[in-house]
């Protein structure tokens, strides 16, 4: 068994503990690679059918050919495809550059507020009719008590300090110093009433990892992370405003990785093109406790 072999069996663990484990859970699926990955384990660990939901929270400000690639890949995997938003800052143009706020202000308005309220049920849900690939309204405002998601120890700091299985409170607030052990694959899911849990199968992987895990798989990603023929593509893919593509000539996932081996991204950070993450000097970090994703 190789390394690749190792991860994938325990992200598959992970995934079928949680589904055990935990009632009402759904998977967030942001549509970059790392939870394109993610929903790949899921559709492995249970034979082809992804039994959990699939929620996205639409900004209404990520790249359309984003939008695009999730739909057509929810109606080709036959996914339960759901998303939500927040209608109110988008028609208040509590928004950034345009609404005249800050990035980190932005993304709590439109990512953290749209996530837990989407969440909880309280504020409306669409869900994809995958005859007719036209969103309606979810009928279903049951809450959510748990999420899983793609997150990687080292794609920032805060990231690194989380757990597979990492409780909030019920306003998805997470404090950082009150974390369960996880040693020796052994993993706490016995959490009180009301706790919210973020469940994070790909915490161990990196970059690499999972670039050569799309290779290994033949994992179908959006055209965005592949160079057009402008010397440029997107390394980490967000919202328009705020998300840089990289230099890089790289035209398939082969040139990626190496790339990531020896290249010139050996030692540079995945997120650098992001530019809240520079704001409020650990922005992501403020984020994060508060419920962000």
Request: aromatic residues 10%; negative net charge.
């Amino acid at each position: 068994m190789n390394h690749l072999d190792k991860l994938e069996a325990q992200s598959v663990y992970i995934l079928r503990e949680a589904y055990r484990e935990f009632k009402n859970i759904c998977m967030l699926w942001s549509i970059g690679k790392d939870s394109t990955v993610l929903l790949w384990l899921a559709r492995k660990a249970f034979f082809g059918h992804v039994p959990i939901p699939l929620v996205h929270i639409d900004t209404h400000y990520k790249i359309p050919e984003m939008i695009h690639y999730r739909d057509q890949l929810a109606r080709q995997w036959q996914l339960t495809m759901i998303y939500g938003e927040n209608k109110e800052a988008l028609d208040g143009g509590r928004t950034f550059p345009d609404g005249k706020t800050d990035r980190i202000s932005c993304c709590q308005a439109l990512k953290t507020e749209a996530l837990k309220n989407t969440l909880s049920g309280e504020w409306p849900r669409y869900i994809l009719d995958l005859e007719t690939g036209q969103y309606r309204p979810d009928g279903s405002r049951e809450k959510y008590t748990g999420v899983i998601v793609g997150v990687r120890a080292d794609e920032e700091g805060s990231r690194s300090k989380e757990r597979y299985f990492s409780p909030r409170d019920q306003e998805n607030d997470w404090d950082v110093g009150d974390q369960p052990p996880e040693f020796w694959n052994q993993f706490k899911t016995d959490f009180a009433p009301g706790t919210h849990i973020r469940i994070h199968p790909l915490l161990d992987w990196t970059e690499l990892n999972v670039w050569e895990y799309i290779e290994r798989e033949k994992i179908p990603v959006t055209s965005l992370y592949f160079d057009q023929g402008e010397g440029k593509r997107y390394r980490s893919l967000g919202c328009y405003p705020c998300t840089l593509p990289v230099e890089s000539p790289a035209r398939n996932v082969e040139e990626i990785i190496e790339e990531l081996r020896s290249g010139k991204f050996a030692n540079i950070a995945e997120r650098s093109g992001r530019a809240q993450d520079k704001d409020d000097g650990g922005g992501l970090e403020t984020l994060r406790r508060g419920g962000y994703m």
